[in-house]
Nanobody
Framework: QVQLVESGGGLVQAGGSLRLSCAVV????????MGWYRQGPGQRELVADM??????NYADSVKGRFTISRDNAKNAVDLQMNSLKPEDTAVYYC?????????WGQGTQVTVSS
C-alpha cells in the first residue's frame, strides 16, 4: 500500500518562509510526477509539480517565491516557500502519480498571518 507522508506546515507571518516535505512510503517503484496542491476556500489548485526528469510547473501566483525539489531515489518532494502572503493560507496536499494512478497525502495546514 502506498502512502504519502507530509510534514512542515504551520503558522508564519507574512514575508516568512516554510518548507514542506513529502515522502512516499510503502511498496512502490519510483513515481512519475510529484508535486503540491493547495485548497483554500475554493477548489484545490496546483501549486507546483515536477516530473522524474526535472520538468516543473508552477502556479503563476507562486513563481519566484516557491521552489520545488525532488529526490527520485527517495521518492520525496519538498516545497520551499518564501515571501509568504496571507493569500497562501490553505491546506497543502502532496500528490504523486505513476501511470494512471494518483496518490494524495493527508494535507498539512499552512497559515500566513498579516
Amino acid at each position: 500500500q502506498v502512502q504519502l507522508v507530509e510534514s512542515g506546515g504551520g503558522l508564519v507571518q507574512a514575508g516568512g518562509s516554510l518548507r514542506l516535505s513529502c515522502a512516499v512510503v510503502g511498496r512502490t517503484s519510483s513515481m512519475d510526477r510529484m508535486g503540491w496542491y493547495r485548497q483554500g476556500p475554493g477548489q484545490r489548485e496546483l501549486v507546483a509539480d515536477m516530473s522524474s526528469g526535472g520538468n516543473t510547473n508552477y502556479a503563476d501566483s507562486v513563481k519566484g517565491r516557491f521552489t520545488i525539489s525532488r529526490d527520485n531515489a527517495k521518492n520525496a518532494v519538498d516545497l520551499q516557500m518564501n515571501s509568504l502572503k496571507p493569500e497562501d493560507t490553505a491546506v497543502y496536499y502532496c500528490k504523486a502519480a505513476r501511470g494512471p494512478l494518483n496518490y494524495w497525502g493527508q494535507g498539512t495546514q499552512v497559515t500566513v498571518s498579516s
